[in-house]
């Protein structure tokens, strides 16, 4: 059975950083996605950031680029996502997800889903 296990959430002062790990228990064949994503209370779910399983493609949400960077361990299963100078409007629940089923990462159509790690930025 796979799992994705997200860390790194807490609580910080507006400019501050925090990086998410996300451990997935399986190491995925093939070609394909593995991001993160948020939802904040009353707001729908957003695609942050993405990145392949083979080969160097990172993909951003407009809210994020240049602040957050998604990265990868594949020796040790893991995804990060350092986020730097973050906002208030960052808090949010951050969750990993992986293997894309659909054509658009954004989208939100991924096969294995965490539980999710909180992310709250206070001014």
């Known amino acids: 059975q796979v799992q994705l296990v997200e860390s790194g959430g807490g609580s910080v002062l507006a400019g501050g950083f925090l990086n998410l790990s996300c451990v997935h228990s399986v190491y995925f064949h093939g070609n394909t996605h593995i991001a993160w994503f948020r939802q904040a209370p009353g707001k729908e779910r957003e695609g942050v950031a993405a990145?392949?399983?083979?080969?160097?493609?990172?993909y951003y949400a407009d809210s994020v680029k240049g602040r957050f960077t998604i990265s990868r361990d594949i020796a040790n299963r893991v995804v990060y996502l350092q986020m730097n100078s973050l906002k208030p409007e960052d808090t949010a629940m951050y969750y990993c997800a992986a293997v894309l089923r659909g054509d658009i990462w954004y989208k939100g159509d991924f096969l294995y889903w965490g539980q999710g790690t909180q992310v709250t930025v206070s001014s």
């Open positions: 990145i392949r399983s083979v080969g160097e493609n990172t």
